[in-house]
């Protein structure tokens, strides 16, 4: 059974940059597994920060980027503010088409 | 401009089936994958299953086979989940989104809740 990996928290201050990773149990992400990555806040609607590895979803801002770094997908948010407080959640298309998603990484802005 | 538009809050008695419509519009309904999550309270994402609406293929999670259903209506752009046998743990917000190489666009969510 493929289990996505989050780290389950992290911190940064305020105007600075942290980056969020993905990993996959069963080896490296890659472009091909099409890492996605979403704001989860109570009581909303999923929000698509990235999907496609490093595509913006329309209305997001550019402080918000996506990558592949070494062996994981990664999140970078850069000038960080306090309203990016909430849980981050990626997700990976497996072959044969079903997602799996991490456990998410909760992040805090202080 | 993309939406998903899904049916409102249903509450069912253990045992029996909910089936839960998405309606889609904005973007050819036809040409895109619409998969179906879940969140249980307190929880993260629970992928159930997917469905090409132009073949009508679909695929579903190991742990939900024989339980789920998704199916279409290409006529009015919509597809449904329908969930059988149902037990309290299924009490959750479910989802539908586009895939777009991942997903870029979600339902607004339904709340089905398992009492009885």
């Known amino acids: 059974q493929t289990v996505v990996t989050q780290e389950p928290s992290f911190s940064v201050s305020p105007g600075g940059t942290v980056t969020l990773t993905c990993g996959l149990s069963s080896g490296s992400v890659s472009t091909s597994d099409y890492p996605s990555w979403y704001q989860l806040t109570p009581g909303q609607a999923p929000r698509t920060l990235i999907y496609n590895t490093n595509i913006r979803s329309s209305g997001v801002p550019d402080r918000f980027s996506g990558s592949i770094l070494g062996n994981k997908a990664a999140l970078t948010i850069t000038g960080a503010q306090a309203d990016d407080e909430c849980d981050y959640y990626c997700v990976v298309h497996m072959s044969g088409g079903f997602w799996v998603f991490g456990g998410g990484t909760k992040l805090t802005v202080l | 401009q993309v939406q998903l538009v899904q049916s409102g809050a249903e509450v069912k008695k253990p045992g029996a089936s909910v089936r839960v419509s998405c309606k889609a519009s904005g973007f050819t309904f036809s040409v895109y994958f619409i998969h179906w999550v879940r969140q249980a309270p307190g929880q993260g994402l629970e992928w159930l299953g997917r469905?090409?609406?132009?073949?009508?293929?679909?695929t579903y999670a190991q742990k939900f086979q024989g339980r789920v259903t998704v199916t279409r209506d290409t006529s009015i752009s919509t597809a449904y989940l329908e969930l059988s046998s149902l037990k309290s743990d299924d009490t959750a917000l479910y989802y539908c989104?586009?895939?777009?190489?991942?997903?870029?666009?979600w339902g607004q969510g339904t709340l089905v809740t398992v009492s009885s």
């Open positions: 469905i090409h609406p132009r073949s009508g293929d679909t």
């Open positions: 989104a586009r895939e777009n190489y991942g997903p870029d666009h």
